[in-house]
């Protein structure tokens, strides 16, 4: 399945308009909620971006209630670098985070986070799952950003086996970790409607990271006899080889370990066909299963009646390379590791809903754009971004 991409010219066929010209400008109006749901290792393998055979309804429900950026990309196809840069507006050379140990406030970085911007102005912030990157990188998920105590499922380290890069248990789905980030998330969102209190509410979901664990019935969506290796699995002619991984995360696995001189290092050595193959199936298994817990948030916020006072903003940390180019994992420049979906709903503005966005757009970008749509006015001028815009061009697919 080749990658859908479509061409695009940046001075050609596009002009941006700020969404500061959406900003909630009215005196007086309620400073609206927001869902911000992250996944894990996710590129744009969604049915909503050109992949009709995935089975991702619920992700793609929410784009056509919202504004589908297509060609988001990330500052670093690793998930530190990114989730931070993403969380303070900061590139990474400003926040000095290239790797998964340095934590951003220990290295002349000590900013005010996006949760912590809404923290801030009053709102209850409550963080569940993989947000920042957990552990050192964060000083365990950054303390200042959240007003209520930090959630992580209880069952992560019992599905995070090195013995198997992919497996399918026969267990209840609650038993699942997203499941229990998607449950406590729910009731997060419900107590603070209990209470009154304005909430930034973040649900980051571990799958399809590795090892890819899911319920066995997601596997039943892709059948054997459908899956079929990258259509370009080889690297680029001439390609320098500081461009290429070893996709070592990969490898740590004893699955992929015991594959031996079936799957060596260097350039063009990929995993066999076979193994591709199995890979890819649990990919897409785990994609739909993490489809399933962001429809149970947005099922949650209708019930509610929540939904027409809630921004919710859905993005991948970066993208995951599939085999193409005879790569796994992320860790690389190419377009496959440093794109991922981003979504963005803003209510007031349902006049959009369905709208697809062919413009390059950055994840740096999402912090000051949340301030405008939530109407905190300009956002910070240090914060080394601009704002998302919505754009006047040739394929705006329903004709705006």
């Known amino acids: 399945d080749v990658f859908p991409v479509c061409g695009y010219d940046m001075e050609a066929n596009t002009r941006i308009l700020l969404l500061a010209l959406f900003c909630f400008s009215c005196l007086g109006q309620e400073h609206p909620h927001v869902l911000f749901i992250a996944v894990d290792d996710l590129r744009p393998q969604l049915k909503t971006y050109g992949f009709e055979w995935m089975h991702t309804p619920n992700i793609d429900a929410l784009a056509k209630s919202g504004v589908q950026f297509r060609f988001a990309f990330v500052q670093q196809a690793v998930c530190s670098p990114s989730r931070t840069s993403l969380l303070t507006g900061r590139r990474p050379d400003t926040t000095h985070v290239y790797n998964l140990w340095h934590y951003f406030r220990h290295m002349g970085c000590n900013v005010t ?21 957990p552990g050192h990188a964060s000083d365990h998920d950054d303390p200042p950003s959240w007003t209520t105590p930090y959630y992580h499922s209880p069952n992560l380290g019992k599905y995070s086996t090195r013995k198997h890069s992919w497996l399918t248990p026969n267990h209840p789905e609650m038993d699942f970790p997203d499941a229990q980030v998607a449950t406590h998330a729910i009731e997060e969102i419900k107590k603070a409607k209990q209470e009154g209190r304005q909430f930034f509410i973040a649900a980051g979901f571990h799958k399809p990271h590795l090892p890819f664990v899911f319920p066995k019935p997601y596997l039943d969506f892709y059948p054997n006899n459908t899956i079929h290796i990258a259509d370009d699995p080889y690297p680029p002619q001439g390609m320098p080889k500081i461009a290429w991984s070893d996709f070592g995360e990969l490898r740590n696995y004893d699955d992929i370990k015991a594959l031996g001189n079936k799957c060596p290092k260097g350039i063009g050595k990929d995993v066999p066909d076979w193994k591709a193959r199995d890979l890819r199936r649990a990919y897409y298994g785990a994609t739909s299963f993490t489809d399933v817990q962001v429809g149970r948030l947005m099922k949650t916020l209708k019930d509610e009646g929540l939904d027409n006072n809630t921004i919710v903003v859905f993005w991948g940390d970066h993208g995951w390379q599939l085999g193409e180019h005879g790569e796994w994992c ?13 979504i963005l709903r803003a209510p007031k503005y349902s006049h959009l809903a369905g709208t697809v966005i062919d413009s390059l757009v950055e994840h740096v970008d999402i912090y000051p754009t949340l301030v405008d749509l939530t109407g905190f006015g300009p956002p910070n001028p240090n914060l080394q971004v601009h704002r998302m815009g919505v754009l006047q061009q040739q394929h705006v697919d329903n004709g705006l």
């Open 113 to 133: 986070t996006l949760p912590q911007f809404f923290k801030d102005k009053g709102y209850q912030t409550s963080g569940q799952g993989k947000i920042f990157h």
């Open 330 to 342: 992320k860790h690389t420049n190419f377009e496959l590791a440093a794109r991922a979906p981003l």
